[in-house]
C-alpha cells in the first residue's frame, strides 16, 4: 500500500511538472491540430464575432464571462488561457462592485466603524466581558453621538457658516466706498494716477469674478445641502448602519480568518503577516490621527469662544478636519481664522494676533507631543513624498484624497521596502517604514 501512495504521488508531480512545461508552449496546441480542424476553428470563432456584434444589444458582462470561461476553460492547462480567465474575472469583479456600490455603500461604512473601534472591543474581551456587550455599548455611545451632532452641532454650524457668506456679500456690496473714499485714491491722485481708469476697471472686471465666485460658492454650498439632505432621508441606510457595525463588531475576528481563508495555504501565512503589518500602521495612524483632530477642532471651538472670536464652531469643525490633512490644513485653517478674527468685534488687531498664534502654538504641539505620544512614529515618510502623495491623490480624489493620501502612501512604501527586503534575503520588521523612504 505504502508503495502504491509513493507511486501515485510521483505520478502527480510528473504529471504537474507536465502541465508546467506545457504552460510555455501555447503553440503546441495550434501543431497537434491539422489544417482543417484549423480552418474550422478559425472559422467558429468569426462566427462567434458575428454573433456577438448582432445580440451586443442585449450582451452582458455576465454574459461575457461565462463565454470567456466556456472557451478557455478546457484549455486551462496552458499559462496564456488561465491568465486570460483570471483577467477576465478581475475586470468582472471591479464591474461588479461598480455596479452595486450604492448597495454596499454601508456596509463598506460600517465595516470602517468596525476596524476602528475593534481595538476597544479587543481590550474588553481580554478583561474577560463579551463582545457583544461591548458592541452594543460602544454603538449606543456612537448612535447618542451622532445624533447629539446633527441635532445641536450641525445646525449652529450651519447658521455660522451662512452668517460668514452674508458677510462675504455685505463686503461685496460696500467695498467700493470703502476704496473710493479712502486716503490711498488721493495719493493715487496726486501721483497722476487717473482714478476713473482705475473706477472702471474695478467695476467692470474685478467685481464681477469676485461675484461669480461668490455665486459659486454658494451654488456649491446649496449643492452639499442637498446632497446632505438626499442622504439623511435615507433612514434606511442611517438605521443599518449601527446594526451592520454591531455585527461587523461582534464577529470580527471570525470575518478576519474566513478571509485568510480565501487564500491558498502556502501564501496564507505572507497574506496574515501582510495585514498585520498593515493593521499595526495604518490602523495604529488612522485611529491616532483622529483624536488628535477631535482634540485640535475642541482646543479651537473653546479657546476661540472664550477670546470672542466669532463662528468659534464653525472654526473647532474646520480645524479638526483640516488638520487630518498634513501642511495644507494647517494653513487652511489658519488663514480661515485670521479672516473671521479680522470681522470679529473690537480688539481687532488683539484676536487677529489671539488666532494665529494659538494655531500656530497648538501645531507645534501636536508634533512635539500629541503626535509622538498618540500617533506615533511608525510612518515616518519624508515631508517632500507626503506633500508629493497629498497633491496627486487630491488631483485624482478631491478632498478625500488629501485624508486618505498618508496612509496609503506608507502603506505602499511598507510593501516596497518589503520587496526590496526580500531582494536583498532580509526579512523587514514589522511596521518598518524609513523615514527617508
Known amino acids: 500500500m505504502a508503495k502504491k501512495r509513493i507511486a501515485k504521488k510521483e505520478a502527480r508531480l510528473n504529471s504537474s511538472e507536465s502541465d508546467t512545461a506545457q504552460d510555455l508552449r501555447w503553440d503546441s496546441l495550434f501543431t497537434s491540430l491539422g489544417r482543417i480542424e484549423i480552418v474550422l476553428l478559425v472559422g467558429g470563432m468569426l462566427l462567434i464575432l458575428v454573433l456577438i456584434y448582432t445580440i451586443h444589444e442585449i450582451l452582458s458582462p455576465f454574459l461575457a464571462l461565462g463565454a470567456i470561461i466556456f472557451i478557455l476553460f478546457p484549455?486551462?492547462?496552458?499559462?496564456?488561457?488561465?491568465?486570460?480567465m483570471w483577467?477576465?474575472?478581475?475586470?468582472?469583479?471591479?464591474?461588479?462592485?461598480?455596479?452595486?456600490?450604492?448597495?454596499?455603500?454601508?456596509?463598506?461604512?460600517?465595516?470602517?466603524?468596525?476596524?476602528?473601534?475593534?481595538?476597544?472591543?479587543?481590550?474588553?474581551?481580554?478583561?474577560?466581558?463579551?463582545?457583544?456587550?461591548?458592541?452594543l455599548v460602544l454603538i449606543l455611545l456612537f448612535?447618542?453621538?451622532?445624533?447629539?451632532?446633527?441635532?445641536?452641532?450641525?445646525?449652529?454650524?450651519?447658521?455660522?457658516?451662512?452668517?460668514?457668506?452674508?458677510?462675504?456679500?455685505?463686503?461685496?456690496?460696500?467695498?467700493?466706498?470703502?476704496?473710493?473714499?479712502?486716503?490711498?485714491?488721493?495719493?493715487?491722485?496726486?501721483?497722476?494716477?487717473?482714478?476713473?481708469?482705475?473706477?472702471?476697471?474695478?467695476?467692470?472686471?474685478?467685481?464681477?469674478?469676485?461675484?461669480d465666485i461668490l455665486k459659486s460658492l454658494l451654488r456649491a454650498l446649496g449643492t452639499l445641502m442637498s446632497s446632505i439632505s438626499a442622504f439623511l432621508t435615507q433612514v434606511f441606510y442611517i438605521i443599518l448602519v449601527p446594526f451592520l457595525t454591531f455585527y461587523f463588531l461582534t464577529d470580527f475576528p471570525k470575518i478576519g480568518n474566513r478571509f485568510l481563508k480565501l487564500f491558498p495555504r502556502r501564501t496564507r501565512d505572507q497574506v496574515e503577516d501582510y495585514l498585520n503589518r498593515a493593521d499595526d500602521l495604518v490602523g495604529h495612524y488612522l485611529r491616532g490621527a483622529l483624536t488628535v483632530a477631535l482634540l485640535q477642532g475642541i482646543i479651537v471651538a473653546l479657546l476661540f469662544s472664550f477670546v470672542g472670536i466669532k463662528y468659534a464652531l464653525l472654526l473647532g469643525l474646520l480645524a479638526c478636519l483640516f488638520d487630518?490633512?498634513?501642511?495644507?490644513?494647517?494653513?487652511?485653517?489658519?488663514?480661515?481664522?485670521?479672516?473671521?478674527?479680522?470681522?470679529?468685534?473690537?480688539?481687532?488687531?488683539?484676536?487677529?494676533?489671539?488666532a494665529i498664534v494659538s494655531i500656530a502654538v497648538?501645531?507645534?504641539?501636536?508634533?512635539?507631543?500629541?503626535?509622538p505620544k498618540i500617533i506615533?512614529?511608525?510612518?515616518?515618510?519624508?515631508?517632500?513624498?507626503?506633500?508629493?502623495?497629498?497633491?496627486?491623490?487630491?488631483?485624482?480624489?478631491?478632498?478625500?484624497g488629501l485624508l486618505i493620501a498618508v496612509p496609503t502612501t506608507a502603506l505602499i512604501?511598507?510593501?516596497i521596502r518589503d520587496w526590496e527586503s526580500r531582494r536583498r534575503g532580509t526579512k523587514a520588521k514589522p511596521g518598518e517604514i524609513s523615514p527617508a523612504a
Open 324 to 354: 487630518l490633512v498634513p501642511y495644507f490644513g494647517l494653513f487652511a485653517i489658519m488663514a480661515l481664522s485670521a479672516a473671521i478674527a479680522l470681522f470679529s468685534d473690537p480688539p481687532v488687531l488683539t484676536k487677529l494676533s489671539i
Open 362 to 371: 497648538l501645531h507645534m504641539t501636536e508634533i512635539t507631543f500629541l503626535s
Open 87 to 135: 483577467l477576465a474575472g478581475l475586470l468582472f469583479a471591479l464591474w461588479f462592485l461598480n455596479a452595486i456600490s450604492n448597495i454596499l455603500a454601508p456596509f463598506v461604512v460600517s465595516l470602517v466603524f468596525a476596524y476602528m473601534l475593534n481595538p476597544i472591543v479587543d481590550l474588553f474581551q481580554s478583561w474577560k466581558i463579551p463582545r457583544w456587550v461591548t458592541s
Open 376 to 400: 506615533g512614529s511608525k510612518v515616518g515618510l519624508h515631508p517632500l513624498l507626503i506633500i508629493l502623495s497629498l497633491l496627486i491623490f487630491m488631483y485624482f480624489l478631491g478632498f478625500v
Open 75 to 84: 484549455l486551462r492547462r496552458y499559462l496564456l488561457a488561465r491568465n486570460m
Open 413 to 415: 512604501i511598507l510593501f
Open 143 to 211: 448612535v447618542t453621538s451622532i445624533t447629539l451632532v446633527l441635532f445641536f452641532v450641525l445646525p449652529v454650524a450651519l447658521a455660522q457658516l451662512e452668517g460668514v457668506l452674508d458677510t462675504l456679500s455685505k463686503i461685496v456690496n460696500e467695498y467700493r466706498n470703502t476704496i473710493w473714499d479712502s486716503h490711498f485714491i488721493k495719493i493715487l491722485e496726486r501721483y497722476g494716477i487717473s482714478v476713473n481708469e482705475l473706477r472702471n476697471t474695478f467695476s467692470n472686471q474685478l467685481t464681477p469674478r469676485f461675484e
